[in-house]
């Protein structure tokens, strides 16, 4: 199957040919089809399968038929990051057609926006608080709306935009093709689809597992040898793009500068962050100027940053579902990934959890040399701040009963050795 099959538009399959798509990802192929036909779709996806195009393409292809200068699609997303990423792939798959897309979120000066928006567009890419403010000063008007898609629904459940959608749904037109896009469907999830979706189409592609190209691994540890073993699995093992991910973002600005005075390549992407920062940070990520991102939960969603070889819990997730996002940033698009994990004792029954949704027992490993349950590293590189105690501590910790069992190099994640150790460490 190829896009020829969709007969879209001319100009929107020229934008296709520019961006070199050949054939459609497995949500393109069953999305595409019920969202031409105007049905009302929900979409249950990971990240980086291909979903911005599933709706970008017909919507495109919808309004490049009617009237312009007025806006026709809205399109929600959590995070700036993500509008701007959704924005930039209607003006790639768009750029025949001519339409006029503008970005509205939170964190810069509302003015530039609100001028775009007077001089007329077609599409809103918006995130839900600043939209609510151009709503207040009647700066945007959405009376005449036709498609409203909702991206990441389970990510805005999580940041609590909730309230906010339903607000923002209270100004929009009953009558209208509404198309919803999530990587897990929670209680709260699914009762907004039943609000907002009208006899949907459901369209699922792994959503509940994560890729199949991604290799897992588990490094017990103790927590305040965290940092020096993050080290040490950075030093051996082969990596293009790292992405490091932290509970917390003092510990994702402590952890990036550390690992920049070591000297690599590292920055920190965490909600302190000014939009101008946030970024350089990216776009640095993006272009190879900065190797290894450390980052929060919350501050990485809406990253798409497509060749990601590692990523890294320094801290695990707080869900399993959280893990599958986390880990869905690498092994895209067929390329094979790896997801390490820095486990401590008091993560025991999070790692069953995460072992549950995996099918299977994540390989335990620790770095050859590597003593993980000695002092903190010193110097530049002191442990950051340990997290609080949970359940009791007269428990043996994983960590202490790996200490003394084989090694394993880190390696790429598919390429294992085993080899007795001495104390020293191998470089």
């Given at each position: 199957?190829?896009?020829?099959?969709?007969?879209?538009?001319?100009?929107?399959?020229?934008?296709?040919?520019?961006?070199?798509?050949?054939?459609?990802?497995?949500?393109?192929?069953?999305?595409?089809?019920?969202?031409?036909?105007?049905?009302?779709?929900?979409?249950?996806?990971?990240?980086?399968?291909?979903?911005?195009?599933?709706?970008?393409?017909?919507?495109?292809?919808?309004?490049?038929?009617?009237?312009?200068?007025?806006?026709?699609?809205?399109?929600?997303?959590?995070?700036?990051?993500?509008?701007?990423?959704?924005?930039?792939?209607?003006?790639?798959?768009?750029?025949?057609?001519?339409?006029?897309?503008?970005?509205?979120?939170?964190?810069?000066?509302?003015?530039?926006?609100?001028?775009?928006?007077?001089?007329?567009?077609?599409?809103?890419?918006?995130?839900?608080?600043?939209?609510?403010?151009?709503?207040?000063?009647?700066?945007?008007?959405?009376?005449?709306?036709?498609?409203?898609?909702?991206?990441?629904?389970?990510?805005?459940?999580?940041?609590?935009?909730?309230?906010?959608?339903?607000?923002?749904?209270?100004?929009?037109?009953?009558?209208?093709?509404?198309?919803?896009?999530?990587?897990?469907?929670?209680?709260?999830?699914?009762?907004?689809?039943?609000?907002?979706?009208?006899?949907?189409?459901?369209?699922?592609?792994?959503?509940?597992?994560?890729?199949?190209?991604?290799?897992?691994?588990?490094?017990?540890?103790?927590?305040?040898?965290?940092?020096?073993?993050?080290?040490?699995?950075?030093?051996?093992?082969?990596?293009?793009?790292?992405?490091?991910?932290?509970?917390?973002?003092?510990?994702?600005?402590?952890?990036?500068?550390?690992?920049?005075?070591?000297?690599?390549?590292?920055?920190?992407?965490?909600?302190?962050?000014?939009?101008?920062?946030?970024?350089?940070?990216?776009?640095?990520?993006?272009?190879?100027?900065?190797?290894?991102?450390?980052?929060?939960?919350?501050?990485?969603?809406?990253?798409?940053?497509?060749?990601?070889?590692?990523?890294?819990?320094?801290?695990?997730?707080?869900?399993?579902?959280?893990?599958?996002?986390?880990?869905?940033?690498?092994?895209?698009?067929?390329r094979n990934g790896d997801a390490f994990t820095l486990a401590?004792?008091?993560?025991?029954?999070?790692?069953?959890?995460?072992?549950?949704?995996?099918?299977?027992?994540?390989?335990?490993?620790?770095?050859?040399?590597?003593?993980?349950?000695?002092?903190?590293?010193?110097?530049?590189?002191?442990?950051?701040?340990?997290?609080?105690?949970?359940?009791?501590?007269?428990?043996?910790?994983?960590?202490?009963?790996?200490?003394?069992?084989?090694?394993?190099?880190?390696?790429?994640?598919?390429?294992?050795?085993?080899?007795?150790?001495?104390?020293?460490?191998?470089?």
């Open positions: 199957m190829n896009f020829h099959a969709f007969n879209f538009h001319p100009h929107v399959a020229a934008g296709i040919s520019a961006a070199g798509f050949a054939t459609p990802t497995p949500i393109q192929a069953k999305a595409i089809p019920p969202v031409m036909q105007g049905r009302d779709v929900m979409g249950l996806a990971q990240t980086g399968t291909g979903k911005t195009a599933a709706f970008a393409l017909p919507i495109l292809h919808r309004l490049k038929r009617g009237p312009r200068g007025r806006i026709r699609a809205l399109i929600v997303a959590p995070t700036r990051e993500l509008a701007e990423q959704i924005h930039g792939a209607i003006m790639t798959l768009g750029r025949q057609t001519h339409l006029r897309s503008v970005t509205v979120y939170g964190g810069v000066s509302i003015n530039p926006q609100v001028a775009k928006l007077r001089r007329g567009t077609e599409i809103v890419v918006a995130c839900p608080g600043r939209l609510l403010d151009h709503i207040a000063r009647k700066t945007v008007d959405l009376s005449r709306l036709e498609v409203l898609v909702l991206d990441e629904a389970d990510h805005m459940f999580d940041m609590g935009f909730l309230p906010d959608i339903r607000r923002i749904l209270s100004h929009l037109p009953t009558k209208r093709q509404t198309l919803m896009f999530s990587a897990t469907m929670p209680a709260e999830i699914r009762r907004l689809a039943r609000e907002v979706l009208d006899h949907p189409t459901t369209v699922q592609i792994g959503a509940t597992a994560p890729a199949d190209t991604v290799s897992h691994a588990l490094y017990p540890v103790e927590q305040h040898r965290k940092t020096a073993m993050l080290v040490e699995l950075l030093r051996h093992t082969d990596t293009k793009s790292v992405l490091v991910f932290t509970r917390t973002k003092h510990r994702a600005r402590s952890l990036g500068e550390k690992l920049g005075r070591t000297g690599f390549k590292a920055t920190s992407l965490q909600g302190n962050l000014s939009q101008k920062r946030r970024q350089a940070a990216l776009d640095g990520f993006r272009n190879g100027t900065f190797h290894i991102l450390v980052a929060t939960d919350v501050a990485a969603r809406g990253i798409d940053v497509t060749r990601v070889s590692h990523v890294i819990n320094y801290d695990i997730p707080d869900t399993a579902d959280a893990y599958i996002h986390r880990i869905g940033r690498t092994g895209r698009a067929t401590t004792g008091n993560d025991k029954a999070m790692v069953r959890a995460i072992e549950q949704i995996l099918g299977s027992r994540m390989e335990h490993r620790t770095v050859d040399g590597f003593n993980c349950s000695g002092p903190a590293l010193r110097k530049h590189m002191a442990s950051s701040r340990p997290l609080k105690q949970r359940g009791p501590r007269h428990k043996p910790s994983m960590a202490k009963k790996a200490c003394n069992q084989k090694r394993t190099s880190p390696g790429s994640g598919r390429k294992k050795s085993t080899a007795w150790v001495d104390g020293r460490t191998k470089r």
